[in-house]
């Protein structure tokens, strides 16, 4: 019974990590016909917090591109530029943070 539990609670932290994904943006100019391209270079490859990740989001990109027939070539007909943006926030909250009215009886402006 016990391993019945564990692997219902298994389960369910394996699909609540694959619920949040990163949200991908693309840009580009739909008036181009992209069926006339075959080759692609990358002009600026994306900068990621580890080269891991860097290395496996460009391979990503590589893979697809070839799917479709495209190759990678030293000059190609489409320069790829990749960015990530990552937004982390941290904030402090002391017995000091607020409208200033509290902390001590002191009346802060």
Request: hydrophobic residues 40%; glycine residues 12%.
């Amino acid at each position: 019974m016990k391993t019945r539990v564990f692997l219902a609670a298994l389960a369910l932290l394996a699909l609540a990590a694959c619920a949040s994904s990163p949200t991908v943006k693309t840009d580009h100019d739909p008036s181009v016909d992209f069926s006339k391209y075959r080759t692609y270079t990358w002009g600026m490859r994306p900068q990621a917090g580890s080269p891991l990740v860097q290395q496996r989001i460009t391979d990503g990109i590589d893979a697809r591109l070839q799917a479709l027939g495209w190759r990678q070539a030293p000059d190609g007909q489409v320069t790829l530029a990749a960015h990530i943006i990552t937004q982390q926030r941290q904030t402090l909250d002391t017995f000091y943070t607020g409208t200033g009215m509290g902390g001590w009886g002191w009346r802060g402006g």
